[in-house]
């Protein structure tokens, strides 16, 4: 039975996800392999799989990409 | 959550030598004199530009515009620029040394953004409306008698699975929609601890819900 798929989606939990700590350590190190190739999620899927499901970390994920990949206006 | 052995999931990192540029950077921050300052200087212009775009980028979650926009980006790199010249030690050539220095700057956004939500915050910490719970989520069943039942029971989980912290912890978050790093501020604690309180209750909500025929189950997640 799975009648509320967003409240589905809400409680699922990756074995992987590394949590905030390790992907906050490495985030400028995953953000420049991210810059230069999509791709590269692959080699870290714990923080992949924790910037997919916590929305502050992912939120500062995406300002460092954008500060990586343009001039600074 | 991955355990500790296995270092963000993946690939373990040797650091290599720094690039030319990054070997610059530190080589003039950790000198003396008129070089330090003004390479001082020319971090603080570089973290100041990053801050101002990056609260420009999330001034919709800030609701405040013009020179109190400013003053927030000016607060945050004048914060990163100390955790920057405090941790240069720490700085292995993992990176370009301006993208680990540029981080500190996102990070002091976020934390004093979650900081500025409890100016004016939209519900109190202790409001606890469960009808406000399709809104959080996203769209309940369509038939109201299904989704009271689903609702319903994942309330008998809240209160019968959870600790008392993980269950001020769900409800400040998905009932009253508090941002987590808002949360980190009130509760006197980091993000990385308020995520993991809110891993481990979704894995035991789930684990309810599937034992209750509510959800379909899966494997969760090790703590």
Known sequence: M??????????????????CAEAMELLHVYVELIAEDAAAARRYPGIAAHLQACGPCSEDFDGLLAAVRGPAG | MASADHPAGGTAITPPPLDPVSAEWVRTLTGLGAERDAALGRLHELLLRIARRETRRRSEQLQITGPELDDLAYQAAADA???????????????????????????EVSAKIGRHFWRSPS???????????????????????????????????????????????????VLNGIPLDALVTELGTTRGAIYKTMFDARRKLRAALAANGYLDDDTPGRA
Do not use: C, H
Not at chain 2, 81 to 107: C, D, P
Not at chain 2, 124 to 144: F, S, T, V
Not at chain 2, 149 to 168: I, K, N, P, S
């Open chain 1, 2 to 19: 799975n009648d509320w798929p967003a409240l589905d989606r809400f409680l699922r939990t990756d074995p992987r996800d590394v949590g």
């Open chain 2, 81 to 107: 620029m100390l955790a920057v010249i405090g941790k240069l030690g720490q700085f292995r050539g993992e990176s370009q040394f301006t993208t680990w220095a540029y981080k500190f700057v996102i990070f």
């Open chain 2, 123 to 173: 519900v109190p910490m202790n409001a606890e409306d469960w009808d406000r719970l399709p809104d959080r989520l996203g769209p309940a069943p369509a038939r109201e008698s299904e989704w009271r039942e689903l609702a319903g029971a994942l309330r008998r989980a809240v209160d019968e699975e959870l600790t008392q912290r993980q269950r001020q912890v769900f409800v400040a978050i």
